[in-house]
């Protein structure tokens, strides 16, 4: 039945899709972010550098639409996949929701690091999970983003061993974070992110995991004295674009998006990683307890996290075998 309902879906995203004139070739793109948010740089700037790229080498235009004023990332979302706009910043949370298997690569310690998880996502697995996507939803991936590397847990107490999350109530969101901190000990509480420096500053919770980059930009170095890089989940997103569109361009302007794309992404890319290598430094100058964990343990985490979250996953995704597939893909880089 929910492969019906998707079945419909991407035949009524295809139909709204074509009813748009073959001419019409600029490219809308909706944002969440607003313009202009240096910290943010790599979300905007590889949108920016696509943008940039399309215009030099073609005529199609890109209209960037910032600051969500195209609705929530999940409107935006459908949009998308409708033809009212061509492309999103949607991250992998919003692809879940209708694409599930999306979440194997947020299987905690999947990946080891960052160069492991690219060169899965630009391997023959991101390669079948992208035409899995495109298939499922009529959303073409051009290429994997990242945002800000790696999440880490912090916390007002320090965070060496899985022994030391009892008791701790940690801000997480989602099944697949929630099973696994709880897992450790601690209670999950699902704090909206408008609320998370609130809510840490007045204890309703204790800590929390974003990339450095977010506990940074939100200043949460003033509320969470204790930062400890477990680097438990990579944080991602693709870069989709309506296929019913991209079909509809002719060779050539079909090569441009890609290289554009390419382009776009080693942006990404290299200005996360450079966000990500001063962001615990700057964390540190503020007062914050930085921890390093060695492989030990960090292995100690993952020996408690990684199979229950692999439990729900083969409850909760559609094809149970791209788990086993990811772990290999992952064991081979």
Do not use: C
């Amino acid at each position: 039945m929910k492969t019906i309902f998707r079945a419909l879906a991407i035949a009524g995203a295809l139909a709204t899709s074509a009813a748009i004139p073959a001419q019409a070739q600029d490219i809308k793109v909706g944002l969440s972010l607003p313009e202009g948010m240096a910290d943010f740089d790599f979300i905007n700037g590889m949108y920016e550098t696509f943008k940039s790229e399309v215009e030099a080498n073609s005529d199609m235009g890109v209209d960037i639409v910032y600051g969500g004023a195209l609705g929530a990332p999940n409107d935006r979302l459908a949009q998308m996949r409708r033809g009212v706009i061509q492309m999103s910043d949607a991250a992998d949370g919003n692809i879940a929701t209708i694409f599930p298997d999306i979440q194997i690569l947020n299987m905690p310690y999947l990946f080891s690091g960052v160069e492991q998880a690219r060169a899965v996502l630009d391997g023959p697995f991101g390669e079948k999970l992208a035409e899995a996507v495109r298939e499922e939803t009529g959303i073409k991936v051009l290429g994997w983003w990242e945002s800000g590397g790696f999440k880490h847990f912090s916390a007002n107490t320090a965070i060496a061993t899985p022994a030391d999350m009892e008791g701790l109530k940690m801000r997480v969101l989602g099944s697949l974070a929630t099973i696994p901190v709880e897992a450790l000990g601690a209670s999950a509480a699902p704090v909206a992110f408008s609320e998370l420096y609130t809510s840490l500053k007045t204890g309703v919770v204790d800590g929390q995991d974003n990339s450095l980059t977010v506990f940074n930009l939100v200043k949460l170095y003033e509320v969470q004295p204790h930062l400890s890089l477990t680097a438990h989940t990579y944080a991602f997103g693709p870069l989709g674009i309506n296929d019913a569109f991209f079909e509809r361009l002719d060779e050539e302007q079909q090569g441009v998006l890609m290289a554009a794309a390419e382009a776009a992404i080693a942006y990404n890319r290299e200005t996360s990683s450079a966000k990500d290598a001063a962001a615990a430094a700057f964390a540190r100058e503020n007062g914050v307890e930085v921890l390093e964990l060695d492989d030990t343990a960090k292995a100690a985490f993952a020996e408690v996290m990684q199979p229950v979250a692999i439990d729900w996953l083969l409850d909760n995704v559609d094809t149970p075998a791209l788990i086993d597939e990811a772990l290999a893909a992952a064991d081979a880089k």
